[in-house]
């Protein structure tokens, strides 16, 4: 069966940097993708980034200044996201996904799901 397990979070002050991890196991080959979501307090879950697992395509919900990186290790099963200059607003709950087709910024596309990983980010 399909398992998606998120890692990497954790406590950061404001301006440093954080790499979570999301560990695949029990997919069928190519081509799927891998989304990155999040849930702030008392907030709907949003897209952070997808990418494809065939080629490496990355998309990203908000214009691109490099908050945000995703990328994947196909090798490993992981894709990881890495933030960059971490604000308040980054607490939240972030999940990573699966769908076998294309990468999607829609939530509702993708089947699978993990428990989540928490970040928190506090002086």
């Known amino acids: 069966q399909v398992q998606l397990v998120e890692s990497g979070g954790g406590w950061v002050q404001p301006g440093g940097s954080l790499t979570l991890s999301c560990a695949t196991s029990g997919l069928q080959p190519d081509p799927y993708s891998v989304g990155w979501f999040r849930r702030a307090p008392e907030k709907a879950r949003e897209a952070v980034a997808c990418?494809?697992?065939?080629?490496?395509?990355?998309y990203y919900k908000d214009l691109w200044d490099g908050h945000f990186i995703i990328s994947r290790d196909s090798a490993k099963g992981l894709v990881n996201l890495q933030i960059n200059g971490l604000k308040l607003e980054d607490t939240a709950t972030y999940y990573c996904?699966?769908?076998?087709?294309?990468?999607?910024?829609?939530?509702?596309?993708?089947?699978?799901w993990g428990q989540g990983t928490q970040v928190t980010v506090s002086s």
């Open positions: 996904a699966v769908r076998y087709g294309s990468p999607n910024l829609r939530e509702d596309v993708y089947a699978y």
């Open positions: 990418i494809s697992s065939a080629d490496g395509s990355a």
